[in-house]
């Protein structure tokens, strides 16, 4: 990550959960056809030098996105056809 996408925690700003989603709704661009939804959850912060891994299923015309550092669960989306 970049050090600009944190804040002065050291925290990753909202942006960077928003660019994960994008970035895996680029493997489902039906879901991204308006109308749609997306959520974001957040859970716990991540920190700027921690290594972020993002997990996805799709069941449908729903996405589930899950924002992990190891196996702590950080933040979680879901995107969904309207």
């Known amino acids: ?18 660019h994960g ?8 661009p ?3 056809a308006p109308p749609y939804r997306a959520v974001v959850e957040y859970r716990k912060p991540i920190k700027l030098d921690e290594s972020v891994t993002i997990r996805s299923v799709r069941r449908n015309d729903v996405l589930h996105m899950w924002f992990c550092v190891g196996p ?3 933040a979680a989306a879901l995107v969904c056809k309207l």
Do not use: K, Q
């Open 72 to 74: 702590d669960v950080r």
């Open 1 to 18: 990550m970049r050090y600009t996408d944190g804040d002065h925690f050291e925290h990753v700003n909202n942006t960077v959960y928003w």
């Open 21 to 28: 989603v994008h970035e895996v709704l680029a493997h489902a």
């Open 30 to 32: 039906d879901l991204s």
